[in-house]
């Protein structure tokens, strides 16, 4: 596992929960275990009760210990008098998981300064004004519209998030990303999971390789489809994921590092001749576009060759021989016509391959850049 803090959730809604409200909690806490998220709760009846069940079963069941994932921001028997919810039993969490506060302002300050993002379930003004306060402090707030009732301010937030969208976006998520929160749940819980996942990315799951000369049109409509989907912070592409004052060879590597799935961007120049009829530059060493894909390569990670603007998958006598592995990946073609089905496929086989990853997710993460960033320098430019 990874040593970096787990990134933890708080999930706040209504005391007087709803069948329908409880199964929305249930789902939110499998899914927080199953992406790899903590969980920040109170120990009030409805919504804190229900999410903190599912959690903490759902840890039992991978034998894993709520210690470090699961923490119970806790009022006592204060809760009814202060924050609302029947005079029952919260849930009971260890005691290494409670965080035992005197008053409310106590339990909202120690519930805000802990997560790294919120999960609004219905709730009334007291959720209502915690969700504020953490939008304020700039952490994302993902408000379900749908949990509505008496108790239903859940909407009231998504609205204000949309009315101030232009100047204050939830990072890492698009706006029709975000809108997605309306549509009710049936089995699973809709796009939060990547939500959630692309608001809090430390580093891309998805590498997107391409060579600038050939096809970046079709690279950048690519990366904009997969971010769609995905999340901005978790699909790499150069152009967009070097941020300003960073040294591009190391961001790229860094990428290379962390990412679980690569697309090879192939167009009909991927392997045209170098100037004055030299060989393509993909035969040459210290090629930028080589480099990736030996990277890929060498870290077994998943690879998609993805065929734009008609071209053809190269012969292996057409590539160099560190490079003849990749025919062994099954390459799709695309084009306009066929673009939003074929999209469709790649992204749930992505998804799919990101999956299978997540229970050693972090344990490959301490990957050197070193053979990117030394190779890049014989050359001294981003010229690929």
Sequence with gaps: MSNRRKKLVLVIGTGWTTPAKRRVARMIGTTLVDAGFGLVTGNSRGVDYWVADAFCAALKERGESPQGAFWQVSLGSMRFFRRGGLPLPGYPAPADCCIPVGDVEAWKREAIVRCDAAVMVGGGRGSLDIARRIIERGKPVFPLPFMGGLTGYSDDVFQEI??????????????????????????????????LRGTLAAAPDVFISYRRSDAPAAAGRVANDLAEHFGLRRVFLDISGIAPSRAWDESIGGALVACKAGVIVIGRSWLAPGPQGQPPRLHQQDDVVRTEIEALLQRRNAIFPLLVEGARLPDASELPDTLTPLLRFQATAIDNGGWGTTMSLLIREIESVIRDHEPARGSEAGGSTSTLSTRIERTGRLDI
């Design 162 to 195: 949309l009315k101030t969208w232009e100047g204050h976006p939830v990072p890492g998520v698009s706006r029709s990303q975000f809108l997605q929160l309306a549509e009710p749940w049936v089995s699973g819980t809709g796009q939060l999971r990547n939500l």
